[in-house]
């Protein structure tokens, strides 16, 4: 059974390697990473946030509720355009057990290529808030919290409030 690793576990910080074959593991873990996002109504779960270093991570378009099992994920382009939103991550908990939120700049738009649980090649290209969601699940497999992404004096308040949880 996989364990969701919290902000402080240096898991979190590690870059993840390539997939290089689905298993049968690799479905298992995947499906079982949906059903703790979804228990834990989030909208994404990258697989450094169960401890597993490998580029993995499934996401849900909160409009439409289609998941995305994605193996080896790649932005692969991403538009100029930006837009300032709230982000929040199911490793990076407050004193009420609660995700932290914070506003984060990122690009408005972006296109994704990953192979699926299937094997197939896939790509799209995402806005709003699935682009989010996969900008900030692709951060994670390379050892990038929300965070990171906050000037020194935000990402502060948000560590106090992380903090009073332990």
């Not at 969701?4 to 997939?19: E, H, I």
Request: net charge negative; glycine share 6%; with cysteine.
């Amino acid at each position: 059974m996989l364990q969701m690793k919290l902000c402080g576990d240096l898991v979190l910080r590690q870059k993840c390697d390539a997939v290089a074959d689905i298993t049968p593991e690799l479905q298992g873990m995947l499906n079982e990473m949906v059903e703790m996002m979804r228990a834990q109504n989030g909208v994404g779960l990258a697989a450094p946030q169960v401890g597993v270093l490998q580029r993995f991570l499934v996401m849900m378009d909160p409009d439409t509720e289609t998941v995305y099992k994605m193996i080896n994920p790649r932005i692969v382009s991403h538009s100029d355009k930006t837009v300032n939103m709230e982000e929040g991550c199911l490793s990076v908990l407050g004193p009420d057990n609660l995700p932290v939120f914070a506003h984060v700049t990122r690009p408005a738009s972006v296109v994704v290529e990953w192979t699926d649980e299937t094997g197939a090649a896939c790509a799209a290209e995402m806005s709003g808030v699935p682009a989010r969601i996969v900008q900030h699940e692709t951060d994670h497999l390379d050892g990038i919290l929300f965070i990171d992404h906050l000037a020194a004096v935000r990402r502060e308040m948000v560590m106090r409030k992380v903090r009073k949880r332990k």
